[in-house]
């Protein structure tokens, strides 16, 4: 807004006009000193007013407003007021520049969290800085600096208002204090302390029915206008910042409606009254209508409430399966519902913050659209809108920060002993009232919800889905990938410059910035941490672990496996036996590595290392990522003995993270990959590299790559392995994910096995591939589908003790485990049964039974409808055979199997592909792309020439296809 001496009572009035709005007849007074009077952000055009004396000279002035985190968020934030400009005769100036609608009521505001206004004067003083929202006297926002943030309100703290505006209203500074009022821009606000309302409009004579209020669309038709209405109280909030009450027409509600389209239930906010009524009660109301965040709502002032002293009619909830629908829903805003139907949980990640759980209607888990359908395509998309037409919140009653402000209240829905976990069934125990905020339909309880009222109060009962143990794998030994969250044995307190983040008595939990460790602050907390990471990888008690997120103890002036060393000396006095060993770092390392790397532990009594360990050093694909780290193994026999003819390739990863790039190809794109791809697809085709030298090396096809590829299952970089020959495990044989985030569940973790599966290799001694001599696998969910709460770093920040020392929580991705080479390898005879080469229960992709279950008992072949078990339909079909998603649960594969997400696909990818008959001349080629007629020529030959060329031809496939692309 533009204001000089000549034309500032024209710009008054210009702007007043723009919002219909009339001026006091007579001039107010203003105060002793310049402050700012009003702040109006829910309005067409915002402003900030400044109230000063008559005349005074405000030329030069900056005017702005900082966001949540407390810098200037863009230049437009920010205004100089022209020269010449002075206040008028109202005692006040109102100065327009756009408000980030960024606030939060009561607790929920705090030092981190609020939309804030500023004023400076000509000489950089700051003369007022005013949060909207957070508590009288508790802590403002901090402003922050940044290239459009002021100098004078860098570190300075803003003063919390209280005060949040209704829908059309601005807060405004009352008689001392900030309250919500129809807006006065360039006149002061009165002093008369009418709660709001202005006194100015009269009072209806006639009562509106709530239908009428709701009105048939998204927004009330009667926004803006003073109305009184009746209904009975359903719901209160007296405490945790909501500040009123929902009210419904008397007799609504249950199977009938009489307002088809409108709802008859609406949210009073009214923090003068809130605690003056109670559920049940019959009340008249008047006041105001507006929309706030997309939820219709009456302001109702001190004066605005009248008990109605006669008998109403029951509210009955509405009893059906919550709609997905936009316009039933609208239906059903601010009404009682029981709602049925199935439903699951979704996410539990705000549920340490602001005691929300994301519920998916129906069966399954939100899921993540690139887990299951290649980016930007139409039918990834089609995911995402059903994902959001799935999508609910049950809320607790409350607006309050449970991380911040309120810590010494107890955290609702979280409990150790009834856990709310990511695909736990929830069942609706009670009626709940329908809500909108903060663009989210939510379920609130009828009353504040916390830890210590969850017996009365909480709604919704969870499903238990947890397991002491992974699912059984088989096979003669197993591996296993642990991403084990930033395990330093160097704590913060033993260096310089850390910040930290605290518990709720101020004690340092883990480590924030400004030094180079990770992980736990003090040797208390990494204790916490290390139980739990050693809890689960016993549990889990696979013969092979890949590790993720260890400390890289090199970078502390230690030897580089310190940190590992540490961790396998606490697994074994936790065994209570020397269990576990770990791979030594080779001697050859990386110039410039991270400080944390990726590892390989595993149990001498069940493999045993063949030759040394090999990092990749490949900096042009590296530079921003952890180095993967190989090593071959042999399983050893019942007597010990080691089998050196099934070595095994293993290969453990972590690729770049999808949160920041640079670089062409590397910004994020929207399409659901994140930031970086260009650089993780760069890192995935030097890993089909290097796994081709690890494989010749080791003289064995058995080649796995275990690890954080930071790629869901459908992604770029996943596509560079499924066309060199590698099938996604976890994908193909189970209905799990390894990750959730933002609510939607998928796999950044995966266990890639070669797959140069053949006909001829279902009659042979020993798996043709890596992928064949999978006996099963399994994600064990013990991690990312549990509350934040449990996690060590979070220990002490509520009154509520999460910590426990077990395995749930112990990091924030899931194992995946394998297990490898089925009883009738081992020397057994492997020819009796037309199935002996299929995957242990008949589900391998050489036409085994499919009626027959896993060897975990469970039974892979059926489609299912899980994240990462999804069908697939991007038409890919290379002759690697490794689909991992494409076609998935059509009825049949063309080779007679139905594992879900496809298995490989027919004759024409199940070649035996003996020795020499791979070409080097296409370059990283599909390993399994070979002319049925030749395997069948070849399954002719190994029967006419009898038991010892079928031996010759094992031995040939173990070990001389090591030279194959």
């Known amino acids: 807004m533009t204001v000089s001496k000549t034309a500032s009572s024209c710009a008054a009035l210009s702007l007043v006009a723009g919002f219909g709005l009339v001026l006091p007849l007579a001039p107010a007074h203003a105060a002793d000193a310049p402050h700012i009077s009003e702040i109006a952000y829910t309005l067409d055009t915002d402003f900030i007013e400044i109230a000063a004396d008559t005349g005074t000279d405000v030329s030069g002035w900056t005017v702005g407003s900082v966001t949540r985190g407390g810098s200037v968020q863009a230049e437009e934030n920010t205004t100089t007021i022209p020269d010449g400009t002075t206040v008028g005769d109202s005692g006040a100036l109102a100065v327009e520049v756009p408000i980030t609608n960024s606030v939060k009521s009561g607790s929920a505001a705090d030092g981190d969290y609020g939309s804030s206004a500023y004023a400076i004067d000509d000489d950089g003083a700051l003369i007022s800085f005013a949060q909207v929202g957070g508590v009288v006297d508790g802590k403002g926002v901090t402003g922050k600096s940044n290239k459009n943030t002021p100098e004078a309100v860098v570190g300075q703290d803003a003063e919390p208002t209280g005060a949040t505006a209704s829908g059309g209203e601005s807060i405004q500074l009352i008689g001392g204090a900030w309250k919500s009022a129809a807006p006065t821009p360039d006149a002061l606000p009165g002093d008369d302390g009418d709660g709001g309302d202005g006194g ?22 009667l926004a803006g206008t003073t109305v009184k209405t009746r209904g009975v109280v359903t719901a209160s909030y007296p405490t945790g910042g909501l500040n009123g009450y929902f009210v419904q027409t008397p007799g609504t509600g249950g ?47 001190a004066k605005g409430l009248t008990p109605v002293d006669e008998a109403a009619e029951a509210v009955k909830p509405v009893d059906d399966e919550f709609p997905r629908d936009a316009a039933e829903r609208e239906a059903l805003e601010g009404m009682l519902l029981q709602p049925g139907g199935e439903m699951t949980v979704a996410d539990n990640y705000n549920t340490n913050t602001y005691g929300e759980v994301v519920l998916a209607t129906g069966k399954g888990t939100l899921l993540q659209p690139t887990d299951v359908e290649r980016p930007g395509t139409d039918e990834a998309k089609a995911i995402e809108a059903d994902n959001l037409e ?21 955290l609702p829905y979280v409990s150790n002993d009834a856990p709310v976990r990511v695909g736990a069934k929830a069942t609706m125990t009670s009626p709940v009232v329908l809500g909108f905020d903060h663009e989210k339909w939510r379920f609130q309880p009828t009353t504040r919800l916390t830890g210590d009222n969850a017996d009365a109060v909480q709604p919704t009962h969870f499903s238990d889905t947890r397991t002491d143990a992974p699912e059984a794998v088989g096979g003669q030994i197993s591996m296993a990938s642990f991403n084990v969250l930033n395990y330093f044995t160097t704590t913060g307190d033993q260096l310089e410059g850390c910040s930290y983040y605290d518990d709720r008595e101020g004690n340092h939990v883990t480590v924030r910035s400004g030094c180079d460790a990770r992980g736990a602050a003090n040797a208390q907390s990494l204790k916490r941490q290390e139980t739990k990471i050693v809890t689960a990888i016993n549990k889990l008690d696979t013969s092979v672990v890949s590790l993720m997120e260890i400390e890289n103890s090199a970078k502390f002036g230690e030897d580089r496996d310190a ?59 590296f530079s921003n990522a952890r180095e993967p780290l190989s090593q071959a193994f042999a399983p050893k026999d019942e007597s010990g003995e080691v089998e050196a003819d099934k070595t095994f390739v293993t290969i453990t990863n972590h690729f ?32 089909v590299g290097f796994s081709d030298d690890q494989q010749k090396a080791a003289d064995t096809d058995l080649v796995y790559m275990l690890g954080d590829f930071n790629s869901y299952t459908q992604e770029d970089p996943m596509q560079v392995f499924y066309d060199a020959g590698f099938k996604d495990v976890a994908a193909e044989k189970t209905d799990k994910s390894t990750y959730v985030y933002q609510g939607r569940t998928g796999s950044l973790d995966h266990v890639l096995a070669l797959d140069s599966s053949g006909a001829a290799g279902a009659q042979a001694d020993e798996p043709s591939s890596a992928f064949d001599a999978i006996t099963g696998a399994d994600v064990w969910n013990i991690n990312s589908v549990e509350a934040l709460a449990l996690e060590y770093s979070r220990f002490n920040y509520n009154i509520s003790d999460f910590y426990a020392p077990d395995q749930f929580r112990a990091s924030d991705h899931d194992p995946v485990v394998v297990g490898l080479f089925d ?61 991992a998603g494409n076609g998935a649960n059509s009825s049949s594969s063309s080779d007679g199997s139905s594992s879900a997400r496809g298995s490989s696909d027919g004759a024409s990818s199940n070649a035996d592909d003996n020795a020499g008959s791979g070409s080097d001349a296409g370059g990283h080629l599909p390993r399994t792309g070979m002319d049925p007629t030749m395997i069948m020529a070849i399954a002719g030959g190994l029967i006419l020439a009898g038991g010892a060329f079928v031996a010759l031809a094992r031995r040939r496939r173990l070990g001389g296809l090591g030279g194959r692309l």
């Open 200 to 221: 100015d409009e009269p009072t209806p004579e006639d009562l509106t029915p709530i239908a009428d209020i709701q009105g048939t669309g998204d927004e009330s038709p």
């Open 656 to 687: 770049k993270s999808k949160g920041s790039g640079e670089g062409p190809g590397n910004e994020d794109t929207g399409d659901g990959q994140g930031a970086s791809n260009a650089d993780r697809v760069k890192q995935a085709k030097a890993l």
């Open 390 to 410: 799935r999508e609910v919140i049950l809320d607790d009653g409350a607006t309050v920060n449970y991380l911040k402000n309120d810590q010494d209240v107890p």
């Open 255 to 301: 199977a009938d409606d009489e307002t088809p389209g409108a709802s008859d239930g609406v949210f009073v906010y009214s923090p003068d009254t809130v605690a003056d009524v109670n559920i049940g009660d019959y009340v008249e109301l008047t006041g105001s209508v507006s929309e706030r965040y997309g939820q219709t709502q009456i302001s109702v002032s």
């Open 563 to 621: 940190a590992l060393q540490t961790l396998v000396t606490r697994l074994n006095e936790a065994a209570g036996t020397e269990k576990w060993a770990f791979v030594p770092s080779p001697e050859k390392l990386p110039a410039d590595e991270d400080v944390i790397r990726t590892a390989l532990i595993y149990q001498p009594a069940e493999v045993a290392p063949q030759n040394e360990s090999t990092i990749l050093d490949d900096q042009a694909a």
């Open 823 to 883: 009883a009738a390898d081992d020397g057994g005879d492997a020819g009796a049964s037309e199935n002996s080469g299929s995957d242990s229960g008949g589900n391998a992709d050489n036409g085994g039974d499919e009626s027959s279950a896993d060897a975990d008992g469970t039974d892979s072949s059926n489609g299912t409808d899980s994240a990462g078990g999804s069908d697939s339909s991007d038409g890919t079909d290379s002759a690697g055979g490794g689909t």
